[in-house]
């Protein structure tokens, strides 16, 4: 079945270090790949997506770019912030199984000022 | 507008007693979806909902588990009896015509479920 693999953290970095999230997939057909975050105490939000090949979304100073030849969607920040401080999920999902979200088992960041 | 709201934010009950989680998702949104968020884990679905009909339920532990979405708007996650390994948090999330995959799904805050 479709799965999501995403390195395992906490990832301890300090404030505006480079942020790379490593995220890679295995799916049949032609995915969506997201990321969401998680913030403590709060529930996830969509930080961002693409849904094709090559297809590069941003939101608030994160990249990713859908690799489609590496299975990849890796999450990248040129400089934290303390308040980047999250859970970072990413996930897929495909039109044949309607809106059904695949995560991966999600990264703790840590920014220390 | 109003996100998806969820309630209780918070429950803790003893084993084998009975618990129900509500969802109000965001207005006009016809699909609506629980999944569950074990603790250092990413979430896993449980149940899809589109329009009133369950389409996706092939995760829910049927022995237990029970949800319902009457009138195709808001939403109850039932789990009688709880069990020890119930401890969760079971989030609700929804979405607007979930034919293209791209489509964003937005999530509540959860409801986190502690059961002694």
């Known amino acids: 079945g479709d799965s999501v693999t995403q390195m395992e953290g906490p990832v301890t970095l300090s404030e505006e270090a480079f942020l790379t999230i490593n995220c890679t997939y295995t799916?049949?057909?032609?995915?969506?790949l997201f990321w969401y975050v998680q913030y403590p105490g709060e529930g996830l939000q969509l930080l961002l997506k693409a849904t094709k090949a090559d297809d590069k979304g941003s939101n608030k100073g994160f990249e990713a770019t859908y690799r489609k030849e590496t299975t990849s969607f890796h999450l990248e920040k040129g400089s934290v912030q303390v308040s980047d401080s999250a859970v970072y999920f990413c996930a897929l999902s495909k039109g044949a199984a309607g809106n059904k979200l695949t995560f991966g088992g999600g990264t703790r960041v840590l920014v220390k000022p | 507008e109003a996100g998806v709201v969820q309630s209780p934010r918070y429950k803790i009950i003893e084993k084998k007693q009975p618990v129900a989680f509500w969802c109000n998702p965001i207005?006009?949104?016809?699909?609506l979806y629980w999944y569950r968020q074990n603790l250092g884990q990413g979430p896993e679905l449980l149940i899809r909902?589109?329009?009133?009909?369950?389409?996706?339920d092939s995760q829910l532990p049927k022995d237990r588990f029970s949800a319902e979405r009457l009138k195709g708007v808001d939403s109850t996650l039932k789990i009688q009896p709880a069990e020890l390994g119930d401890s969760a948090v079971y989030l609700c999330a929804s979405s607007y015509n979930p034919a293209s995959s791209g489509n964003t799904i937005y999530f509540g805050e959860g409801s986190w479920l502690t059961v002694v």
């Open positions: 207005s006009g949104h016809n699909t």
């Open positions: 909902y589109e329009n009133e009909e369950a389409v996706d």
């Open positions: 799916a049949t057909g032609y995915p969506s």
